[in-house]
């Protein structure tokens, strides 16, 4: 099971630290994904990380200001946000993968096995 957490309301410019809690199995090795979606869009991926951390992906429209990491120990992953824009608003998932991450592949949502509860974040302008 995946949770995710720490979604709000925040002015644009601000921060926001989303986490992906997982249970019932360990993160070692699985990629973990980060989606989003909008009011009447589709779901896109916003980043994923690989199953030691090494390898991130970023979708153009969050690079530089998102940042993920892991922490394996605390089966948890994290989507630190900054200089959040009205258009990051959207319910935010996570998601495993039980396969590597790859470059062309990442920001598929067919890759991915188990999918979590979103949270909402909300940017104001």
């Known amino acids: 099971q995946l949770q995710a957490s720490g979604g709000g309301l925040v002015q644009a410019g601000g921060s926001l630290r989303l986490s992906c809690a997982v249970s019932?199995?360990?993160?070692?090795?699985?990629?973990i994904g980060w989606f989003r979606q909008a009011p009447g869009k589709e779901r896109e991926g916003v980043s994923c990380i690989s199953y030691r951390g090494g390898i991130t992906y970023y979708a153009d429209s969050v690079e530089g200001r998102f940042t993920i990491s892991r922490d394996n120990a605390k089966n948890t992953v994290y989507l630190q946000m900054n200089s959040l824009k009205p258009e990051d608003t959207a319910v935010y998932y996570c998601?495993?993968?039980?396969?590597?991450?790859?470059?062309?592949?990442?920001?598929?949502?067919?890759?991915?096995?188990?999918w979590g509860h979103g949270t909402q974040v909300t940017v104001s302008s």
């Open positions: 998601a495993a993968d039980r396969g590597a991450a790859h470059r062309n592949t990442w920001y598929l949502l067919s890759k991915y096995d188990y």
């Open positions: 019932g199995f360990t993160l070692d090795y699985n990629t």
